[in-house]
């Protein structure tokens, strides 16, 4: 046995943060870079929240707090819940947690047994099959199709429940793709949960409000309220509020669970921090019109990427109808030559020499379990993603 755990062996790094990371380095290093890489909001955080925390600082709330969230937040999150999504939580059956990605581990880590499994649909958000992986368990992946809209069909989902699954992870809007399901869609999956007493359903609404063309965003609990008793619905103010570095990721789901995370997280990290649960708590109460306004802006962006990328050669891109990714096929490129003669044989191959030849930081679609892809995030400023896509359209005809 070395000094590293074994655990640790089993999972990677995450690609998101490495190639953001990468992108930020290279940029330091004077490169002029466009980095589609990082899921995040290039809007700043609105006045009445960065108010609301420099409020809370200046009343002294600079201490710890209840492990799992104040109950002036725990509040704001239940009203939160019967105002969006026609959910009815008590304070005691909400949990809060150091970003949404804390909030997942959590309930990962507290529930899963060695050999319990997980599905996870393809494509995934890089952390979800990880985050199993550290628990003990193991990921079982089911299918999608560009053809379907990267959406996870009925007897996908059913052949792959056995008698060991303990959670599905759902994700609408998607990391990656951009793909939400409408209330039919998500009713298929859920009249077939309803037949599965064993499996929980982790579903990850993070991107909730991120959705264009009047599209109608659902939670599975809300489709089907027999299923509220083994669901965990998680979201936080990150993607939405604009409120990525704060880090505040809010669940809601049965009491035996969200005790059993908080067990956990009075263990770990303790409370999130302070000052950011008073900013969430002015996020979550105070005007939403902001939210509506950056729409407009992510929809434009998201029309313009998807209509540039499909004028690219060898690419092809769907319509997503939220979040602020899209997921392009890049399988026209493979097989083919850059200028300098490296063949271009996966999506990392592609992402790599785009990179190099271009300076445009995006994610290979390897990372999220669907090859041969890569991830765009449109968060960026509409000039920026004109320029990129110009340069992708350039990087794409330079290849032989
Ligand atoms: N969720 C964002 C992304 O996918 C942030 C980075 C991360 O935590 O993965 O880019």
Known sequence: MGFLAASLSRIKPSATIAISQKARDLKTAGRDIISLSA????????????????????????????????????????????????????????????????????????????GDEVIIPQPYWVSYPDMVLLAGGEPVFAETQL???????????????????????????????????????????????????NVWILTDDMYEHLVYDDFKFVTPAQVEPKLLDRTLTMNGVSKAYCMTGWRIGYGAGPDVLIKAMSKLQSQST??????????AVEALNGPQGFIAEHNDVFKQRRDLVVSMLNQAAG????????????????????????????????????VT??????????????????APHFRVSYA???????????RIQRFCASLR
């Open 380 to 390: 960026t400023s509409t000039q920026a993603l004109e320029q990129a896509c110009e």
């Open 147 to 197: 053809k379907d809209g990267f959406k996870l069909q009925p007897d996908v989902l059913e052949a792959a429940i056995s008698d060991k699954t303990k959670w599905l992870i759902f994700n609408s809007p998607s990391n990656p793709s951009g793909a939400a399901y409408t209330h039919d869609e998500l009713k298929a999956l859920t009249d077939i949960l309803v037949k599965y007493p």
């Open 39 to 114: 899921g995040e909001p290039d809007f700043d955080t609105p006045d009445n929240i960065k108010q609301a925390a420099i409020d809370a600082i200046r009343r002294g709330e600079t201490k710890y707090t209840a492990v799992d969230g104040i109950p002036q937040l725990k509040e704001a999150i239940v009203e939160k819940f019967k105002r969006d999504n026609d959910l009815t939580y008590t304070a005691s059956q909400v949990t809060v947690g150091t970003g949404g990605k804390q909030v997942l581990y959590n309930a990962l880590v507290a529930t899963i047994n060695p």
């Open 353 to 370: 020499a785009l990179l190099e030849a271009e300076g445009v930081a995006a994610v290979h679609g390897e990372a999220f379990g669907m």
């Open 315 to 350: 690419l092809s891109c769907p319509v997503p109808e939220g979040a602020f990714y899209v997921y392009p096929s890049c399988e026209g490129a493979i097989g083919r030559q850059t200028a300098s003669g490296e063949v271009i044989s996966s999506d990392e191959d592609f």
């Open 270 to 279: 303790s409370n999130p921090s302070s000052i950011s649960q008073w900013a």
